[in-house]
Structure formats: C-alpha cells, structure tokens
C-alpha cells in the first residue's frame, strides 16, 4: 500500500487556534491519544507567530467564529505566508 499523504518524520503536526482553552485541551487530547504532535494557539496572530517561527505543521484547525479577529483574514495570512 502506497500512502499519498507525508509527514515530517512519520508525525502528523496539527495548530489549533481557539480562543476557549477547554476547546483546545479537548482536541488536543484527542490529537495527542491518536499520536498527533499538537502545537495551540488562543488567538490568530499567536498561531501566525509559531508559523513564521518556523513550526511544522500538516493541518490548521481554527475557529472561525472567533470573537476578536476575522478567521478567515488568519487563514489568508497563513497560506500568504506558508504558500499553500
């Protein structure tokens, strides 16, 4: 079997961005039971901070009902800057 889907070292890295820490602690968990390296953020420009400080990461989750910041404007600035 032939896996279309690479990761750095074999580990899948995820960046969540929520600004309600039980979110974050709840999918972390979740991430972390299923051997998933997990970096969080509670707001958009700390998430865009841990990646342009060169974080790896595989797949974004973010809320984009956030209160304080327009989510899609984040995720704009997060492909900008990775080029995905």
Do not use: P, Y
């Amino acid at each position: 079997m032939v896996s279309l889907i690479t990761f750095k070292n074999n580990v899948l890295t995820a960046l969540l961005i929520d600004d309600d820490e039980l979110i974050l602690d709840c999918l972390s968990e979740f991430l972390d039971v299923n051997e998933i390296k997990v970096h969080t953020a509670s707001e958009g420009t700390e998430g865009i901070t841990k990646i342009s400080n060169g974080i790896h990461k595989d797949l974004v989750i973010i809320d984009i009902l956030k209160a304080n910041q327009d989510a899609l404007e984040i995720i704009r600035r997060i492909r900008d800057f990775t080029g995905e």
